[in-house]
């Protein structure tokens, strides 16, 4: 089959590069997705000129880009997922995955790093819990992000109420980011009664709970050994997820970009991003305030309060490691043990 100036033939991309014909096996395929450029003249009025290219990036992490039009590289791309179904596709840049039942887990490929490579897709997940997947969700999950480890940040509690979905050939990691006495939650309470019977200013204890998350000695070292999971973890897609995937899995999904050399700037839009996701979910807890005769300003503004994330909160990450550390890349290499051959191993997998 022909495609701009490439054919696919015998589980070949052939192609013409400087005056030779190469020949590129299909399964050494790491990336493919499209690319679109378009130009305009400064003063707005000139029509704008687009083209598409399709980009492919092998195993050897060298990047091609073939001109062609767009009808050709979505026919191109399924042509070539058809022979590698192992290929990742598409350019999510952080964004929401489709699924029925989970509104926040997210693919962080393609968001860019200070050095210009991008995070693979479908290698890295971050998600709020699995407890209501469905089961189209769970074969998306394992067929198309070859998902292979699931890391839980919440407690044993959370764990036990609501516990994940079981997806075979799936290795699970309980890492607790905080313990029940410190959340506050009991066997008789669980965190809806403790966050509508707290007396106080829930966005201040939600931006006091993120100085816990870099500050305790065991949330820091239940970090670290996150870090070491994924530093370790071969091959498919990681998820690691809380209970809404905002705030125990915001932060150690911060500091995971900040390991991977992320922009801040970038690091704080996908924190954001929750705000977008969640918005159903809130909907959903007010309704159940009104259904419940418990909707009063109070409970309204705290549970509202509790389905959000601000700038703050991470401003307030970001202070108490320079507090507590000097530096991020002290932090990294103090608190969660990350040498420099550590980080240059995480990029190495997670980057191209």
Not at 4 to 17: M, N, P, Q, S, V
Not at 75 to 92: D, I, Q, S, T, Y
Not at 307 to 335: H, N, P
Request: a positive charge; glycine letters at 6%; aromatic letters at 10%.
């Amino acid at each position: 089959m022909k495609y701009g100036k490439i054919r696919i033939e015998d589980g070949y991309l052939a192609f013409t590069r400087h005056m030779m014909l190469n020949s590129l096996p299909c399964k050494d395929i790491m990336w493919a997705y499209m690319r679109r450029e378009g130009e305009h003249s400064d003063d707005g009025t000139a029509k704008q000129m687009i083209t598409n290219y399709l980009v492919v990036v092998t195993r050897r992490k060298k990047r091609y880009k073939f001109d062609m039009t767009e009808k050709e590289v979505q026919e191109c791309l399924r042509h070539l997922k058809a022979l590698n179904p192992n290929m990742a596709v598409g350019f999510p840049k952080g964004g929401r995955i489709s699924l029925q039942s989970l509104p926040n887990t997210r693919d962080l490929g393609a968001l860019a790093a200070k050095d210009g490579r991008h995070i693979l897709p479908r290698k890295l997940i971050r998600s709020g819990s699995l407890y209501h997947a469905s089961m189209a969700d769970r074969r998306l999950l394992a067929e198309d992000y070859h998902l292979k480890t699931v890391i839980d940040f919440r407690s044993g509690i959370e764990r036990k109420e609501r516990p994940d979905a079981i997806l075979k050939g799936v290795e699970y990691y309980h890492i607790p980011v905080l313990d029940e006495e410190t959340m506050g939650i009991s066997r008789e309470k669980g965190a809806l009664e403790v966050l509508l019977d707290f007396q106080g200013d829930v966005e201040k204890l939600m931006e006091h709970q993120y100085e816990i998350f870099v500050r305790d000695r065991f949330s820091v070292k239940q970090y670290a050994r996150f870090m070491d999971v994924l530093l370790h973890h071969e091959e498919g897609g990681a998820l690691w997820h809380c209970t809404a995937g905002k705030d125990r899995a915001g932060v150690g999904t911060a500091l995971l970009l900040c390991a991977l050399g992320i922009p801040k700037d970038t690091i704080l839009e996908d924190f954001m991003r929750s705000n977008v996701y969640l918005d159903g979910e809130l909907e959903y807890m007010l309704r159940y305030l009104e259904s419940k005769k418990m909707d009063s300003l109070e409970n309204v503004q705290k549970i509202s309060a509790f389905f959000k994330v601000k700038e703050e909160y991470l401003d307030r990450v970001f202070k108490t490691i320079q507090s507590e550390y000097g530096t991020v890349d002290r932090f990294l290499r103090r608190g969660l043990y990350l040498t420099q051959k550590s980080l240059e191993d995480l990029r190495e997998k997670y980057l191209i």
